[in-house]
């Protein structure tokens, strides 16, 4: 009995001592990002979360930082270089300060009709060439996540070319959003995501192009008066991940989290058409914005307008990269 006793103590201790891999501290993974919760990036941060830590029996744990509460777009890239965040999803539009211009290819003006467009190349060899480029960065890619297509929001009504003559819009930080804005007569300015309602609200810049969850939840419509439907370019992300925290973990974890990631990615873009349709209704209930719809002629204006822009992306990003690009979307299938 006594001997039996001290045996259990001394397994007891030696547990304590060596620790079983459950009482061990797990791994912290903090991922950063730049929206809030109640949107598409928002909610696929949530489930890798909730299945990084199923499937790893809680030895990953995954911090969640939305809304810039750790870092904007900018320190955000490089913080995850340094090692001071693990994981973050930026927009295809914010690489090129990081000197990989290839991903703004995404941001050609109407370059995409729809999402099955979309995920012809994400999903087919172009988007695995992309997301390789970010190696040489010390960064490795592991997913694109949607968000949707962007509209265009202002002050004043913005109907024809003519209308985006002089006015001041904020962007991300990609040249080809930039030029898109030069080729309507616009004053493109880079800022930050976490500034763009307060530089609206106070009149530093007049307008802006975002997808309708990020307008909705960032309270854009609130501090401004229109917002048009142009569908005219998309925003989606790329989920990356410090590459020498992704190589050094051991094989028994990067597989669980690799899984937890596809199926993330799988809720993720499942459902970020209805985030942003939910938004556009909710903003239509708010009263706070007039909506306008482009008729088909008012359409085609825009596009035209905004066609010299693929000349100018050819200059930086490379007409063989566009030319792919447009002939993967229009592969049958990958
Ligand atoms: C923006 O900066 O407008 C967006 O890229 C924010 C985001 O991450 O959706």
Known sequence: MRTSAI??????????????????????????????????????AEKFKELAEKYT???????????????????????????????????????????????????LPYILPDIKTLRKVTEGPLGTKLLKLL????????????????????????????DYQGVKFRIQ????????FKSLGSLPQVMAFSEVYQALQTGVVDGQE??????????????????????HGYIGYVVIVNKKFWDDLPADIRDPLSKAMKEATEFSNAQSQKENDDALAEIKKSGKSEIIKLTADQDEAMRKAMEPVYKEAAGRIGQGLIDEFLKEAKSPTN
């Open 7 to 44: 045996a259990a103590s001394i397994a007891v201790l030696a547990l304590g001592l060596s620790g079983p891999a459950s009482a061990q501290s797990p791994i912290i993974i903090k991922f950063s990002h730049v929206v809030a919760t109640d949107t598409p990036k928002g909610k696929g």
């Open 57 to 107: 029996g809680g030895k990953v744990k995954v911090e969640v930082y939305p809304n810039s509460t750790l870092y904007k777009d900018k320190e955000e890239l490089e913080a995850l270089q340094l090692g001071s965040v693990q994981m973050l999803a930026p927009s295809n539009s914010k690489f090129g300060p990081l000197g990989i211009r290839e991903f703004e290819v995404f941001d």
């Open 135 to 162: 190696d040489a960065k010390g960064i490795t890619g592991l997913a694109y996540w949607d968000n949707g297509f962007k509209q265009m929001s202002a002050n004043k009504k913005l109907i024809t070319p003519a």
């Open 173 to 180: 930080s990609s040249r080809v959003i930039q030029a898109q």
């Open 210 to 231: 975002n997808t309708w969850s990020n307008i909705y939840t960032q309270k854009m419509h609130e501090v401004q008066k229109y917002i048009t439907e142009t569908n």
